[in-house]
């Protein structure tokens, strides 16, 4: 028997090379599947609203956070798609300014007790004009009036567990039977300008 035999040979680079690295293990967060739905569930604290209206003294301006609800989504070719329910909520007590006149008479008008919600829901969801965008038709309901309305979006999943939709358009308070906030030389535009910026973390299985 040759002298060393049954050692273990001591593994070095082949050909002068260095071995390969392991590989980096892969993401283990499920796929989105076609034909599949996905559920996503509001981050309260990082989805917010904002809204714009012009006044005869100034801008009146909100932000808030606070939406809630959920979002689907399954897979249309290659890239996610929102689907049936798609549901946001938001107080109608967080739409407030900032200045005590105007909020006052601006929750007056909405009646919180009888209109404590704003909801929108998803009714058809198609791609949009631009890369990463869609066109949604839902139903928006304020002031205990339902209005359908259509409006562009933009669709980012920055992680697999994580979608980020963003989108805006002008609304104006009088198709919710909504008179504009108005008193002594104060006076509100009925058109508002809203935006939104939804953060929805993906529900467990």
Excluded: C, K, Y
Aim: aromatic letters at 4%.
């Amino acid at each position: 028997m040759a002298h060393g035999a049954g050692r273990e040979r001591p593994r070095g680079p082949l050909n002068g090379r260095a071995p390969r690295p392991e590989p980096v293990p892969a993401d283990t967060s499920e796929p989105i599947l076609r034909g599949r739905m996905a559920r996503f569930r509001l981050v309260p604290e990082q989805s917010e609203l904002w809204a714009e209206a012009r006044s005869s003294l100034h801008p009146v301006r909100v932000h808030t956070t606070g939406l809630s609800g959920v979002v689907g989504v399954e897979l249309d070719g290659d890239r996610p798609m929102l689907a049936r329910p798609t549901q946001v909520e938001l107080e109608t007590s967080r739409l407030r300014s900032g200045n005590r006149l105007v909020d006052g008479e601006l929750q007056r008008r909405i009646d919180g007790r009888l209109h404590a919600w704003i909801r929108a829901e998803l009714v058809e969801a198609s791609t949009g004009r631009e890369p990463d965008t869609l066109h949604l038709t839902g139903t928006l309901t304020f002031h205990g009036v339902t209005r359908t309305l259509d409006v562009e979006v933009r669709l980012r999943q920055p992680e697999p567990r994580t979608l980020v939709l963003e989108g805006g358009r002008a609304i104006d308070m009088r198709d919710f039977g909504l008179p504009p906030p108005s008193f002594l030389m104060f006076r509100m535009e009925p058109e508002v300008q809203v935006r939104a910026r939804l953060v929805a973390a993906r529900e467990d299985a």
